[in-house]
């Protein structure tokens, strides 16, 4: 970006002619240009404490604007001199006045919304950068400025590339090039950026040598556009750069070293002195080294890294800076992580770990600047890949010392990435004032408006969309404020002590599972030891569980290959390493991946010939089987309530339609007999009906229709009225003893490794649920209204949710009223339980007054035979 002219001609000229500044608005114009004149890090720490005072100051709109002017100013240099995030913060002020006081006349675009827009992309906020670019393309189109909407299709592109939607960048970026009328230096750089998706998209393909092909045409095109171009250096040193990528990772390191020193030249040749930028270049370096085995001149170069982005670093002991030094910086962060590699091929193990603990103190810093849940996301997977090379680390130092402490250290680390952004925002929740608390509902809305019009494909209002954005850009810059304020949330270590206490009380075993890219570690807690075993994690391993799951696609499935189903089950069994012969006979699930989809307790634990389903060897006749999203949640989980038991039931039915629930008013029929409550049916079963009595109640029965969604789809749940996207459900204010989701695949979505699927019984945890009942298929309308008339008997007969769901299995296949092809486990193994594993406590008031009411009739007969 070249440096730019942030104030008019006409101010700039006050002080040519010996005039004095008269107004503010002149004052703040002839601040700005002695500061340019002399930019240093102390004279800009002066400029923002004289912006303060400006700010207070303040009368007219021409003064406000030219404030908006001076924090552009301040944010160019403050990413001049190294400070990503207090440039973010005075580009996002500027924004924020620009907007309140609907400003025409400065190009807010080029001076503010871009850089903007490119920070939040480094700092890894995508939500941000694509809604801040989204927002500049609408600007440009709507003013039809063709440099700055290629700008933003080019910034836009990088979000996509940044945040794992390479094909989304592909996609937008060859319509760009086919259908836009481009300059040689757009193209260039456009083509630039697409060999570089094309590469990213290479990583989850199997056609690797097509797209490094199309890769490689695409780089050299550009190249060829850019070299014919005068002052392109710093783009053509990019082409170069991502050339060497390829040459790297073809092993053709001649080509690759050859093609660097041109890069690396040609930088040099932009004088460009911005620390990261030369940082980063230096990491590129060192990333090249490594690839080559060069470890010792890898180090010098991530010396260099440290050296121009942390003040004062020195390392004539030890190259690891010291944590307080360190800020949120993804190049720091790239530097920690190839260092650690560097420790982990020298077998220095103790000090990788040390290197990774610097990496994760960065990652925590990131995650509390974000306010979006997808960036958060999308930060816990990088967390999470990282993660997963501390537990190799430390399963290695354990075979070789056999420190139990080893273990549990890699037992807290699993613990930290596991549903991450649901215990944050819970946490978080917990302390936030009402203003707070207010901006997260109304951003929620606003971000479901977004998702809702988008699913309108090319019928979606696009003005209404940006609306939206803008309404979204503001409430985040308003909450963002009030965070800064507010203690950064850290995620604690667990009470491992506890945790056994708490397993102990429930005769349990823990599972835990922590699925890797390259093996499924699994933690098994039971005698108040943790012990760590793994299997192999490639295509071959999960295949298996694929083929057992792949059983459950539909209802004839299973019953038209019973043997398959025998087999393949006990093959995912053996597989898994579950528990035998245990005293334990209570089994509590942390699932990962795609264990999350399931069913364990479907599982097959010894194969035979028969075709009688109530006779096969089931996991289920082994163990009560429990889940829970982490160690956390099920050691956290609150008491339930000790008060009767109400249901609230929705039940749409959904009478003459096409999709009606023939057996959901014998489901609502059997509960009313069990249990008192409210029921809504047919059109009285409305969302605001359940949202306006949902908070009355401690079991919040839905029978209905829901849907998993798909890639750009998210899953939703029907009411008579509407049908809600699970994210809308985030804003219920709940606290149900428990929620059953009587409906297809409430447990399926969107699945991320470190937050799990994006279902929604997410939706409901978000809102405060702990205990729930939800499916992982699609359900029978009858089989499920069997199911579910069984689970509430058990629960008036005082059993525990966790025992009642186990039970009602058992009994739906020992039961002689149900044929044998309708206890294929298709139908009573969909519906898994989530939460705490004791039974409700009783409200013993009724108890302690009959005891007292006898021991006074006692006292009175006593009185009444023994008179004084």
């Avoid at 807010?108 to 919304?113: H, K, N, T, V």
């Avoid at 960036?375 to 430390?394: D, F, G, L, P």
Wanted: charged letters at 20%; a positive charge.
């Amino acid at each position: 970006m070249t440096r730019p002219i942030f104030f008019f001609l006409l101010f700039t000229t006050l002080t040519i002619f010996g005039q004095k500044p008269s107004t503010q608005e002149d004052k703040i114009y002839h601040t700005i240009d002695v500061f340019v004149a002399n930019p240093s890090a102390e004279n800009l720490q002066n400029l923002s404490k004289n912006e303060k005072e400006f700010y207070k100051k303040l009368k007219s709109k021409n003064e406000l604007l030219a404030l908006v002017v001076l924090n552009c100013n301040i944010a160019f240099y403050q990413n001049q001199f190294g400070n990503t995030n207090q440039a973010i913060s005075s580009y996002e002020k500027a924004w924020q006045l620009y907007q309140k006081n609907n400003f025409k006349d400065y190009d807010i675009i080029e001076y503010c919304l871009k850089p903007l827009g490119n920070l939040y992309t480094i700092s890894g906020d995508y939500d941000n950068a694509e809604n801040t670019i989204k927002q500049y393309y609408f600007i440009a189109e709507k003013e039809k400025n063709q440099l700055q909407k290629v700008a933003a299709i080019l910034n836009l592109s990088n979000v996509y590339q940044s945040s794992g939607k390479s094909l989304l960048a592909i996609e937008l970026l060859e319509k760009t090039i086919k259908t836009e009328q481009l300059s040689n230096v757009q193209k260039g750089i456009l083509l630039n950026n697409l060999g570089a998706n094309y590469i990213i998209s290479s990583h989850a393909t199997s056609i690797n040598h097509d797209v490094y092909r199309k890769a490689q045409n695409a780089f050299e095109m550009s190249k060829k556009l850019l070299e014919k171009e005068k002052n392109q250096s710093e783009t053509l040193s990019n082409v170069y750069r991502n050339l060497v990528s390829i040459y790297s990772q073809q092993q053709d390191f001649e080509r690759a070293n050859l093609y660097f020193e041109k890069a690396r030249k040609l930088f040099l040749e932009t004088n460009n002195k911005e620390p990261r930028k030369i940082a980063k270049l230096d990491y590129e370096n060192a990333l090249l080294l490594f690839e080559q085995k060069k470890y010792t001149e890898t180090s010098v170069f991530i010396s260099n890294v440290f050296k121009n982005l942390i003040p004062n670093y020195s390392h004539k002991k030890d190259i690891l800076p010291n944590q307080s030094s360190l800020y949120s910086e993804t190049v720091l962060l790239d530097a920690l992580d190839l260092q650690a590699a560097i420790f982990q091929k020298q077998n220095q193990f103790k000090k990788a770990l040390d290197a990774y603990v610097l990496s994760f103190h960065i990652e925590d810093l990131f995650a509390n600047l974000f306010v979006y849940e997808n960036s958060k996301i999308i930060n816990q997977i990088r967390v999470r890949n990282r993660t997963e090379k501390c537990i190799a680390i430390y399963n290695l130092l354990y075979q070789k010392e056999k420190k139990s402490s080893y273990v549990e250290s890699a037992f807290q680390l699993a613990e930290r990435t596991k549903s991450g952004v649901l215990k944050s925002y819970l946490a978080q929740n917990k302390t936030a004032t009402k203003e707070e608390k207010l901006y997260l509902e109304q951003l929620q809305n606003w971000n479901n408006e977004i998702i809702k019009e988008q699913q309108k494909g090319v019928f979606a209002n696009i003005s209404k969309i940006n609306e939206a954005i803008k309404k979204q850009n503001e409430l985040m810059l308003s909450l963002k404020n009030i965070r800064i304020k507010n203690a950064n949330f850290a995620p604690e270590n667990l009470d491992t002590n506890a945790l056994f206490s708490k397993l102990e009380k429930d005769k349990a075993v823990m599972v835990y599972y922590f699925s890797g890219y390259e093996k499924m570690y699994y933690f098994t807690l039971k005698n108040k030891q943790i012990k760590l075993n793994s299997f192999s994690n490639t295509a071959h391993s999960t295949t298996k569980i694929w083929q057992f799951l792949d059983y459950f696609g539909d209802a004839n499935t299973i019953t038209n290959d019973i043997k398959g189903y025998n087999k393949q089950g006990k093959i995912a069994f053996d597989l898994l390493k579950l528990p035998k012969n245990t005293i334990h006979k209570n089994l509590l699930i942390v699932p990962d991946g795609i264990l999350n989809f399931l069913p364990f307790e479907a599982l097959i634990t010894k194969e035979t010939a028969t075709s009688n389903f109530a006779k096969m060897h089931y996991l289920l006749n082994d163990f009560k089987i429990g889940y829970s999203n982490s160690a956390t949640f099920y050691l956290n989980a609150k008491p339930l309530s000790t008060g009767q038991q109400t249901v609230l039931g929705i039940f749409p039915v959904f009478e003459n339609t096409n999709y009606a629930l023939a057996f959901s008013k014998d489901e609502m029929q059997s509960i009313k007999t069990n249990f008192k409550g409210q029921f809504f049916e047919n059109k009285a079963a409305t969302f605001d009906n359940f949202k306006t009595n949902a908070p009355n109640y401690s079991i919040l029965h839905l029978s209905t229709h829901a849907s998993s969604g798909a890639i750009e789809t998210p899953a939703s749940i029907k009411f008579y009225d509407r049908e809600i996207l699970y994210s809308e459900l985030y804003n219920l204010k709940i606290n149900p003893d428990l929620v059953v989701l009587s409906a297809c695949e409430t447990g399926i979505g969107k699945l991320y490794k470190s937050e799990g699927a994006m279902s929604i019984a997410r939706g409901f945890q978000f809102a405060g649920a702990q205990n729930l009942l939800f499916s992982l298929w699609k359900v029978n309308d009858y089989t499920t209204s069997v199911f579910m008339d069984d689970f509430y008997k058990n629960i008036k007969n005082d059993e525990s949710y966790f025992e009642a769901n186990t039970n009602t299995k058992l009994n739906f296949l020992n039961s002689k009223s149900i044929p044998n092809a309708k206890k294929s486990p298709y139908y009573w193994s969909a519906f898994v339980y989530y939460g705490a594993l004791e039974p409700q406590k009783k409200n013993n008031h009724l108890i302690y007054l009959l005891l007292f009411l006898g021991c006074i009739g006692l006292f009175f007969l006593l009185k009444k035979c023994f008179p004084k």
